[in-house]
């Protein structure tokens, strides 16, 4: 079916190929999750499939989703606060790789101040002030090629320092540009089949996010009935208006955890460490686990059973005890 | 005397600058263990948060990284970035950042995005993430190193996150309303900043360790005279660390 008017029937609910081609050549893109945690995986192993290029990323903390974009090519330009995946990836590799060969434009923020300019991007405000980076090179060092300033989605102005107006003895402020990315990629536990969305444990910035973009995409473990959502709606994220997409995902944030349905997955994000590590290795990987794929499960199938239930989350404590994580 | 890693020595030496009451805004690695190992012997009543969202996990297992599902368990609250970063600068609370850093200077300011030119950097670090932010609001920063002239140096390649910034009073000055580093802590000892210069100082040096290593491990010019030994970790402090808070020993490493 037709993907556009499958949303104009309130359809939301589509598969990922189907999802991952809302996200258009160019489009400026938020990552849900944080490094190691609910990366939109799925999402992004079918929008490099799909061949996305000259993606735009903007982002806090992230990780895989972040590097795998990256490294395949997707991505020309990033404002980011921090790209690793704990100790699998102290500084996230194919990110580091294409930074020091100046194959992407990078801006450096701060968490606080991305999760900031979402902020004022879902309020429609022109800037948000903090104190956060004053007197730092975050402040006072541009990323982006001056050509790039205010073209497009790109800010004119990295960021602005004024003096407080309330007390202009008081020291100075940082004004930060907002943001209203075309596409949020989130991964939740739970979505309603009318978009509502259930994300359990820590929400990051995904909350932010999605208020702040035009096009939200979420995947998930489960698609619950929307009634079933509504008999408890103090657990409930996101209103379902503000979704566009809900693509059913089982462990869609492999390699990274999904508290309470599976633990990140130490053997793969080392393997991937050790394959990433060289361009070949690299290629390879795209080779085996993200190209031969046209389905989630067809990859689940890959990583197999054994992988699979190794990193099964205890229902109760969310995450994997005693999982083996040298 | 009983043997322990530098890792181990670091994180004791870390964990006593904890007082009780105090709230903790723990990064990955060794600020982890030296949380976990303060609140298990002499600060029960600190809180240990994470800028992710994760409110006083129980902590039953070590998360890896501030986003693992360890941070999310048995919290007294699981929120997000925004209520985190809150948090840590709220002026109410005292709180401690722990950070680390691949630089840092005279003056406690730390650099972890890059070496190099930034725009054609040799090597990319993984950024601020929330380094910047805590160090910006919270009352008091500890940050762990290790004690090397390539990381102790005299000018920054990036300023990441800001420290006392010149020295004297020129963090006030900036519209800073409180905080600055407290400590440094590492695989020498401890140091400190003056009071009134700002300026870093050995404050205490490990068992065989002499103040001339530190000042042959530091490419500015410190200040020496005010060391004194440090206390050796307790057999106590080292069965908790190695037995009940890593006992994988995931971020210690190799025992001795």
Known sequence: MDVQAKMKNNGKIMNLSEAASLVKDGDQVTLGGFTSSRNPMALVREIIRQGRKELYLVAHSHGQDLDLLIGAGCVKRVEIAYGAVARFAPTAIRFRK????????VEDYTNLQMTLRFMAGAMGLPFIPTISGLETDIVKIPGFPEESRGMGKVSKYKLKIIKNPWDEEDGNVVLLPPLNPDVALLHAQYAGEDGTIRIKGLTFADLEEAKAANKVIVSCEEILPTAYLRQDPDQNSLPHFLVDAVVQAPFGAHPTSCLYFYDYDPRHLALYRKMASDDAGFQRYLDEWVYPFDTQEQYLTKVGMEDLLRIKANPVLGYKPGLDRR | MAKYV??????????????????????????????TVAKRIHAPGSVVIFETGGIDPSLDELPLSVADGRVMAGTSVNSGLADALTLVGHPRFRTIAFLGAAQIDRYGNLNSTCIGNYHSPKIRFPGSGGACDALSTASATIVFMAHDKKRFVEALDYRTSPGWLTGGDSRKKAGFKRGGPLAVVTDLGLMKFDDETKAMYLAEYYPGVTPQMVVDNTSFNIDTSRAVPFVPPTDEELRILTQEVDPQRLILGPPV
């Open chain 1, 98 to 105: 294409a930074v020091c060969a100046g194959q992407i434009e």
């Open chain 2, 6 to 35: 530098q890792r181990e020595i670091m994180a004791i030496c870390a964990g006593r600058l904890i007082e009780d009451g105090n709230i903790v805004f723990a990064g990955t690695g060794i600020s982890m263990l030296a949380a």
